[in-house]
T-cell receptor, first 111, second 109 residues
């Protein structure tokens, strides 16, 4: 089954404690990206990658890191999480401008 | 950049009613997607529809690319249709999706 898998689905952490949200896709897509969704602000892109070892900033990259060492994985790293990074996070993958697919979402709370 | 606007922002229906959601976009696009975000927050792909009409059960979608709009039709609505419906178009050669602000649908039993 074609899918994008994110883990964990839910996470509560404390300010400053490094965390990683994993994302994996099994569709051999070149494009992967991360979005965050906040009430009143909609979905905003954090980072994207158009191929292995190629990443670029989206609209709200501050406080986040990514890496694309293999085609299927695109982890999101928060080196020092802060409460304003409390959000619903989505990983997505696609091939060019064709259909994009989203992971199940990760609800992150930073206290 | 491209603007995507959805209407109406909110919609309350009685179970069994039909509805039409609209998505307008400000520039030509070569793809458009409709998503349903269910009450658990998951984004479910409904349609990938650059142009023309597609149907999937009680849902159908039409995109008129030359006039820069797309419509999502929901017939015989059910309570499980509740949630937020988003349309989105690609930007930056597909590296990014631009989302509308969504239509929040509530179907009452």
């Amino acid at each position: 089954e074609a899918q994008v898998t994110q883990n964990p689905r839910y996470l509560i952490t404390v300010t400053g404690k490094k965390l990683t949200v994993t994302c994996s896709q099994n569709m051999n897509h070149e494009y992967m990206s991360w979005y965050r969704q906040d009430p009143g602000l909609g979905l905003r892109q954090i980072y994207y990658s158009m191929n292995v070892e190629v990443t670029d900033k989206g609209d709200v990259p501050e406080g986040y890191k990514v890496s694309r060492k293999e085609k299927r994985n695109f982890p999101l790293i928060l080196e020092s999480p802060s409460p304003n990074q409390t959000s619903l996070y989505f990983c997505a993958s696609g091939q060019g401008t064709t259909e994009a697919f989203f992971g199940q979402g990760t609800r992150l709370t930073v206290v | 950049g491209i603007q995507v606007e959805q209407s109406p922002p909110d919609l309350i229906l009685q179970e069994g009613a039909n509805s039409t959601l609209r998505c307008n976009f400000s520039d030509s696009v070569n793809n458009l997607q409709w998503f349903h975000q269910n009450p658990w927050g998951q984004l479910i792909n409904l349609f990938y529809i650059p142009s023309g009409t597609k149907q999937n059960g009680r849902l159908s979608a039409t995109t008129v690319a030359t006039e820069r709009y797309s419509l999502l039709y929901i017939s015989s609505s059910q309570t499980t249709d509740s949630g937020v419906y988003f349309c989105a178009v690609p930007y930056n050669q597909g590296g990014k999706l631009i989302f509308g602000q969504g239509t929040e649908l509530s179907v009452k039993p």
